[in-house]
């Protein structure tokens, strides 16, 4: 398949810059597979396609504050920083990307917070607005990670078009988030509420934590029209044993197997074993997945509406089958779903 084949029209005022009022509470689709069709529900009622014994495997990877703003020495120009990746944790350096980027040099200095307690000097040049920092701040580590979150905030997605309020830092998180490490929310998974969560576990589903820490690659452009040809950043992923002892007996017990989320997908799809099991697996995973791909783990999925062209909205479609996620997506423009990050989701059984 080809890049153009995942082009559509999304209006505007479809974009959610908000989310619902409750979790849960977002719309859902729900596409069934094998009798292609399409029903719309709240998010609460997916706990009506679940039974005992069926899996939900979740990434409990956590937001960190990555945005912080610091001003050049000399000029006091004003630069964003984006926190990417911790190099090395005794030298304190770090990847990020930096804005604008045409002022920010190797050598040059930014300082950051008002009483300039914390200053990183530039290192390296990565990529046009990547560079390598090297943070200098008197104290332990342990005080300078606090002085990060403390200076950091939430990193919402460069599509939502107005400040960061108070509740993004709660709702920007999943409410089972655990290991601290992505720069973007898990989405789908932003749905689940602790009650809906406590329901889902009284009627014996079972839920396998993985760890996938999602980077910004994850939302970089497709630009080669080969899919073939497209390269995906590499991700962190953490698959433990016990998780993959959960994923397994579901599968061998003919379960329901539901990755919530893209990230979720791609973390079990990247450590399978050549009868079809989940192996136990901590490194890192490029994988890109698009249309036609035959998926060995999970038979259901949560995802959220994505934007055109998106390797996102590839793997969904490789999932669905893309005439039925083509149709599904024309549904959803013309009932009104929300896209992106805050917007509703959608269940593919």
Sequence with gaps: MKLSHFSFDLPDELLAEHPAEHRDESRLMVLNRAKQTIEHKLFKDIIDYFDEGDVMIMNDTKVFPARLYGNKEKTGARIEVFLLRELNQEQRLWDVLVDPARKIRI??????????????????NTTSRGRTLR??????YHDFRTKLTELGETPLPKYINREVEPEDEERYQTIYAKNEGAVAAPTAGLHFSKHLLKRLEIKGVKTAEVTLH????????????????HKMDSEEIIITKQAADIVNTGIENKKRVCAVGTTSMRTVESSVSSNGRLNEFEGWTNKFIFPPYDFSIANCMITNFHTPKSTLLMMTSAFAGHDFMKKAYEEAVKEKYKFYSYGDAMLII
């Design 107 to 124: 050598g040059n200095k930014l300082y950051f917070g008002d009483d300039e307690t914390l200053v990183a000097e530039v290192i390296d």
């Design 214 to 229: 999602v980077g910004l690659g994850t939302f970089n452009p497709v630009e080669v029209e080969d899919l073939s040809k």
């Design 135 to 140: 943070f200098l701040y008197d104290g332990s």
